[in-house]
């Protein structure tokens, strides 16, 4: 599967784990989306997991974010990864960087699924999505794609 958001994702409470919804899906074999959120694999196999996520920091402070998945709705072992966002540039321009994970897991049984869970320190950050321009595409606030390898 390989799918995005097109809307921007404000983290509700700081400190809250969150889900990272997704909006449209590209193509999808074997994998489906369900509930905006859960990725549902098929067949029980060796499956590949990234994803891209533009974070915002809207305040004039370093942030802190953590991204991580769950596994049929408990956490992944070992796959939290955190990115220190840097004060925004000025009043009217935040700042923003691309947090990228590849994971490779084991889908234990048909129908597993997989979330993409964030948090931050303060519910001043988002995953931003930007609309498009004359000259460029629209930039969704994740994108994220499976593949099964095994």
Request: proline fraction near 4%.
């Amino acid at each position: 599967i390989s799918l995005y958001s097109s809307a921007s994702q404000q983290l509700a409470v700081s400190g809250a784990a969150q889900p990272v919804t997704y909006t449209s899906v590209w193509a999808s074999k074997g994998i489906s989306l369900v509930s905006g959120s859960q990725l549902v694999m098929e067949k029980a196999g060796t499956y590949q997991f990234n994803f891209v996520a533009q974070v915002e920091n809207t305040e004039n402070a370093v942030h802190d974010s953590y991204f991580w998945v769950k596994y049929n709705g408990s956490n992944f072992p070992n796959s939290a990864t955190q990115m220190s966002l840097q004060p925004r540039k000025n009043e009217s321009t935040p700042s923003a960087q691309l947090m990228t994970v590849n994971i490779v897991g084991v889908a234990q049984n048909d129908n597993d699924y997989i979330e993409l869970y964030w948090t931050g320190d303060s519910d001043t950050i988002r995953l931003n999505e930007t609309q498009a321009t004359a000259v460029i595409p629209e930039t969704p606030s994740v994108i994220a794609n499976i593949i099964r390898v095994g």
